[in-house]
């Protein structure tokens, strides 16, 4: 407990004497916890409106709906049987409260210049066991005729109560609006929904709307059991031959399904968090391991004075990991500042969005992350730095090279320049750093391919024509999709900022090592530039690795998000080209510049023997 | 004229608490073609610092500088560079060599740069390496061999462009007696062969090996000594040997 | 110098001249500085101290050589002689007291004396540098050489150190 103890107070220590490596630790890593904090606290953030209304409306436990094609007659049979079989279900032990059957009427309403397909509900105006929808505007179904609209449509349609709708070419006078669970929301949520009386159902029958099916909902004396009822009672269409429909849902299932543009949006900000986080690994990394090369002479004398390689460890994870704990304290605030603004945007939400609380599952996960970081990127470079001989560390430096690779061989046989072969010879020397590289650089790399894609698929999607009856959903549709590419533009510029900083760190450090040999070659008569051009070539190879592995696994990534609606597009080989091609250059500009600023140094001083 | 080097006045100042400090501090020099030159003083008299100057690894805040004939002081470093290539090898104490080249590509690096052909500048270089008895260490990479091989490596880079005058800054400061002997050798076969030569050095061994002998003190020259002529060996030896005694 | 020759003796009776030429072999170019005679000179010392006794040899073609032998006494000394760890002449005293009489009276620069004797021994040693070239390496000679050249360079530290002493000395 005591090299705990010693160990956190050198931690804080070595923090406090070197805090801009420590801030720019903690910024790269809140970025990942930052996007991963918004991503738990926006995924069922939908979840507490939906129980307020839920317990509001008294609604459903268990649910039993049944559907039938509405142009064939023949089922006609099968779902009277099918009703007298749910009637009788109502009985069940456990049930104590019933609400329908309520026959669904199957036509059109005019939303926004086009029709949308619509099931009108057939209910007497109650009251009900289950499922009493919420009014929020106007009056519930009653005497005087008029449809009462689910919030949802009433929102696309921004009518009211003394509106009209234009339900199978005919206006009808609005009552009310109301909000119910047992639905999700228009227009994410499909088809349409009103609420008719008998009277009126009537009317629309002549107008021409057909039955397509009925709805029960129960409620049981302990909701959780809904799963067990489901399972005990199953009323499957046990006809294959038929078209008719009938299924059973348990309350929990209905709300899971009733969000898909928020999981959409959470699961694309998870998957956004995970890639940054990996490109966060590589960063942690590098720096760390550049942190270690300075401090390889302080490892190197309390090795000396006796302090064990597992203290030196304990003191530099403590360390790490307390800049983990402020990232992922400040990633989780920022996720539950940001998550309800963004999940406002969301049309399926019953409510103001309210991230959900915050359970330890949920912290352990970005927690884990985080943690994961720290340790992959402190392990490896605190593991070499004490293997190394007590006797070396002292004496410091770098790490002793390599033989000449084949490659540097092969590009002096072809008659590369002399700078170039000095870098290649460099970059040959650590591989290590040349893979971390590589890893930050071909993830942007691979993210910008995704983002082309994307972009020319969202462009085709907004072109085409809407279906029939879909034209007010597929505008919202469309707007989801718009979210979620801007959450993917993000990203993608989010790991391009993060692949910048890694190349001016990593060619930073890299400058550094090899200012010892630079004032060598420059005494020896090499021009600055020529020391300049070679500390670039030697970066450049994270960079071919970066073209040459990311552009493919971006491909690989779309190929993986393709499909469902998103139409099919290939990137045009063009612009791949093009990308192959702007990489490297705009990679050597960015290295060039600490490059150039650390070959300024006066060379004398690294030549002295003082 | 076969002046290798002629400075006149060079002046190198650094900022400091107070008035900057004069490390060098108004410094006349001329080396003649084929002489070897010696310069001792205490540590912080600057003699470190001339070197530098000299090399073009530092610039001289007043002062002029010629070398071979040239004007040098006013040269930017890529102009430095280049004509270092040509002109300068350097022996450093800590003898810097490229640690991620082996000893034979270390040597060949300025020919390289000269733009001399790879066949030629590998041919000249292990030419050089054989002269100096260590060729068989060729293909190793500098942490492989000792300190009197690394400096021996040195030597041949600084040799392998046939250079105006190679500028030794303590060059035995890190080697043991065995290799500072090596080195001692080296030194008077260069000396023999007429390479100019200009030692930093506070090992009296080193700096007697010269022609002359520059005193410095406080970034000034301040005494100048030819040590070819001299009282007879024998004489000396007799002295040191006390043969004539009692036994 | 007796007990050197005496030593040489130890192994096998020798005449005069073959001594000498031992003794040039094994001290190099300070052979040179032998005086031819003292050799002779140290022999009939030695046997008029009863450490060695001479024989006639009779020669074919040749005067009759004085051929010498190691008495008993002699063998014990060189036995002491060897064993013996005295070192000869640790401290430059002569120098050293020269610096101090010259500041006391004031008839020369104690720094002065330094510089110049400095010099003065850089410059032998840089003749005995030149000297050692011409001697092949693993010769017995070389050896010496090398004892003398790193002596000299003792002493020129010696000097450096005690020019810093006097300079401070007269900062004061």
Redesign the interface.
């Known amino acids: 407990m005591r090299s705990l103890r010693l160990a956190v107070r050198l931690a804080l220590r070595n923090l406090r004497r070197r805090p801009a490596q420590g801030a720019l630790l903690l910024l790269t890593l809140t970025i990942a916890t930052g996007v991963l904090g918004v991503a738990t606290s926006v995924y069922g953030s939908a979840d507490a409106p939906w129980d307020r209304v839920w317990r509001a409306t008294n609604g459903f436990h268990v649910s039993l709906g049944v559907y039938h094609p509405p142009d064939e007659p023949g089922n006609r049979a099968f779902v009277a049987e099918l009703r007298r079989r749910s009637e009788h279900l109502a009985t069940a032990p456990g049930v104590i409260g019933v609400g329908g059957p309520w026959t669904h009427l199957y036509g059109s309403i005019e939303v926004g210049g086009g029709s949308e397909d619509l099931t009108a509900e057939v209910r007497d105006p109650g009251p009900y066991e289950v499922d009493q929808p919420l009014v929020t505007s106007g009056r519930w179904l009653g005497e005087g005729g008029g449809v009462v609209l689910e919030s949802g449509l009433a929102a696309t349609l921004q009518a009211g109560p003394g509106d009209t709708v234009v339900i199978q070419g005919r206006p009808l006078p609005v009552r009310g609006v109301a909000s119910t669970v047992s639905r999700g929301r228009f227009p994410l949520s499909r088809p349409a929904q009103v609420w008719v009386t008998p009277e009126t159902a009537r009317q629309l029958r002549d107008l021409g709307m057909t039955e397509e099916g009925f709805e029960l909902q129960l409620r049981l004396a302990d909701p959780e059991d809904a799963a067990e009822f489901v399972a005990a009672h199953s009323l499957e269409a046990t006809d294959p031959s038929s078209a008719v429909i009938a299924y059973m849902e348990t309350w929990q299932q209905r709300r899971a399904d009733s969000h898909s543009d928020i999981d959409i949006l959470a699961g694309t900000l998870f998957a956004a968090g995970a890639l940054i986080a990996i490109l966060t690994v590589a960063t942690a990394a590098v720096l760390i391991t550049g942190r270690m090369a300075t401090q390889l002479r302080q490892v190197g004398t309390l090795k000396a004075v006796g302090v064990t390689p597992r203290q030196i460890v304990l003191v530099l994870l403590v360390e790490h990991l307390a800049i983990a704990a402020g990232a992922i304290a400040i990633g989780l605030g920022i996720g539950r500042l940001l998550a309800p603004r963004i999940a406002a945007t969301s049309v399926t939400v019953l409510g103001t969005p309210e991230p959900p609380p915050l359970t330890w599952a949920r912290v352990a996960m970005v927690a884990a992350v985080a943690c994961a970081v720290v340790l992959l990127g402190t392990i490896r470079p605190a593991l070499r730095g004490i293997r190394q001989s007590t006797l070396r560390s002292l004496a410091a430096g770098p790490r ?5 690779g084949r490659l540097a061989r092969l590009a ?1 046989n072809l008659g590369v320049p ?1 700078p170039g072969v000095l870098g290649i ?2 970059a040959w ?1 650590r591989p290590g750093r040349l893979l971390t590289n590589a890893a930050g650089l071909l993830l942007g790399v691979a993210m910008i391919v995704v983002a082309l894609a994307l972009r020319d698929s969202l462009g085709l999607l907004s072109l085409k024509p809407s279906e029939p009856g879909h034209a007010a959903s597929d505008a919202a549709v469309g707007i989801l999709y718009d979210q979620v590419r801007a959450v993917i533009l993000a990203t993608a510029g989010l790991l391009l900022v993060l692949a910048t900083i890694n190349a001016i760190i990593v060619a930073t450090f890299a400058a550094r090592d090899a200012a ?2 630079h ?12 020391t300049v051009t070679a500390l670039v070539v030697s970066q450049l190879g994270a960079c071919a690795i970066a073209v040459v592995v990311g552009i493919p696994l971006g491909l690989g990534l779309w190929s993986l998000m393709e499909g469902g609606d998103l139409p099919q597009v290939s990137v045009s080989t063009r612009a791949l080209v093009l990308l192959a091609a702007a990489v490297p250059v705009v990679f050597a500009a960015i290295v060039s510049v600490p490059a150039r600023l650390l070959a300024r140094r ?3 001083p690294l ?3 003082e | 004229m076969s002046e290798v080097i002629d400075a006149r006045g060079l002046v190198r100042r650094y900022p400091a608490d107070g008035p900057p400090v004069r490390a060098v501090d108004g410094v006349d020099l001329v080396v003649e073609a084929g002489e070897t030159v010696s310069v001792m003083g205490p540590s912080g008299c600057g003699k470190s610092t001339l070197l530098h100057l000299l090399g073009g690894l530092e610039r001289p805040d007043a002062g002029e500088l010629r070398l071979g004939g040239r004007r040098v002081d006013g040269l930017s470093e890529t102009q430095w560079a280049i004509f270092r290539r040509r002109s300068v090898g350097f022996v450093f104490q800590a003898f810097h060599l490229v640690d991620e080249l082996t000893a034979v590509e270390n040597v060949e690096l300025p020919a390289l740069l000269l733009g001399v052909s790879r066949r030629d500048a590998r041919r000249r270089a292990m030419g050089l390496l054989e002269r100096l008895a260590v060729a068989e260490r060729a293909g190793h990479l500098p942490d492989r061999l000792s300190g009197g091989e690394q400096q021996r490596v040195a030597v041949a880079r600084a040799l392998i462009n046939e250079p105006l005058v190679v500028l030794a800054d303590e060059p035995t400061g890190n080697l043991d007696s065995r290799a500072t002997g090596d080195i001692l050798k080296l030194f008077a076969e260069l000396r023999q062969a007429r390479q100019t030569l200009l030692i930093v050095t506070h090992d009296a061994r080193v700096a007697s090996t010269a022609d002359r002998l520059l005193t410095m003190r406080d970034g000034t020259i301040v005494a100048q000594t030819r040590l070819g002529s001299g009282a007879s060996v024998a004489g000396i030896l007799a002295s040191l040997a006390d043969l004539g005694g009692d036994g | 110098m007796r007990d050197v020759i005496m030593s040489l003796l130890a192994k096998e009776p020798a005449h005069g001249y073959e001594l000498r030429q031992r003794l040039v072999k094994a001290l190099g170019p300070a052979g040179g500085a032998l005086n031819p005679g003292q050799v002779y000179v140290t022999l009939s010392r030695l046997e008029r101290a009863g450490l060695v006794e001479a024989m006639e040899v009779a020669q074919p073609s040749h005067p009759d050589k004085k051929v010498y032998e190691l008495t008993a006494a002699g063998r014990e000394r060189v036995h002491q002689w060897l064993a013996d760890v005295t070192w000869s002449k640790v401290a430059p005293v002569e120098f050293h007291l020269k610096l101090v009489v010259a500041a006391a009276t004031r008839l020369a620069d104690p720094v002065a004396l330094v510089d110049a004797q400095r010099l003065e021994l850089l410059r032998e040693l840089h003749q005995l540098q030149e000297l050692a070239l011409e001697e092949p390496a693993d010769a017995d000679g070389a050896l010496l050489l090398e004892g003398a050249a790193l002596r000299l360079q003792a002493d020129i530290r010696w000097l450096e150190v005690c020019e810093r002493r006097w300079v401070e000395r007269e900062s004061r």
């Open positions: 002793p090279p390599r033989r000449p002096a002399l010879r460099s020397r010892g040999n004032a060598v070659l420059r005494a020896v008569g090499a021009t600055p530039r020529q006066p060379v004398a030549l002295t023997y």
